[in-house]
């Protein structure tokens, strides 16, 4: 029994704040391996730090105005937006230790 009247649909998860993204986006990225895994880490200037976050780190706050990485996976198993959906705002120090 054929059901092919459904459209299929594709990439349903997106739903992330371009206009942050789009401006996350425009630093230059680099990809680190940790733990045996590549990691996109994007630099965020403090001018671009407009929110407060909280860094899985220390479990403190990065508080607006702080320049600090913005960190997701780069192995690309769950498909670029959601990985991009489950990206972390990290301390650039405490990245650098983690
Ligand atoms: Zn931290």
Redesign the pocket.
Same mark, same amino acid.
Request: proline residues 6%.
């Given at each position: 029994m054929p059901r092919n009247n459904r459209p299929r649909r594709r990439g349903s998860v997106g739903h992330s704040e371009p206009d942050d993204l789009s401006r996350l986006m425009t630093g230059w990225r680099r990809t680190e391996t940790r733990r045996g895994r590549e990691w996109n880490v994007q630099p965020v200037s403090s001018a671009a730090a407009v929110k407060e976050y909280t &860094?899985p780190?220390?479990g403190?706050l990065i508080t607006p105005g702080v320049a600090h990485v913005v960190v997701w996976r780069a192995d690309g198993v769950l498909g670029d937006a959601a990985d991009l959906d489950a990206r972390r705002h990290?301390?650039s120090g &405490?990245w650098r230790i983690a």
């Amino acid at each position: 029994m054929p059901r092919n009247n459904r459209p299929r649909r594709r990439g349903s998860v997106g739903h992330s704040e371009p206009d942050d993204l789009s401006r996350l986006m425009t630093g230059w990225r680099r990809t680190e391996t940790r733990r045996g895994r590549e990691w996109n880490v994007q630099p965020v200037s403090s001018a671009a730090a407009v929110k407060e976050y909280t &860094c899985p780190g220390c479990g403190g706050l990065i508080t607006p105005g702080v320049a600090h990485v913005v960190v997701w996976r780069a192995d690309g198993v769950l498909g670029d937006a959601a990985d991009l959906d489950a990206r972390r705002h990290w301390h650039s120090g &405490c990245w650098r230790i983690a």
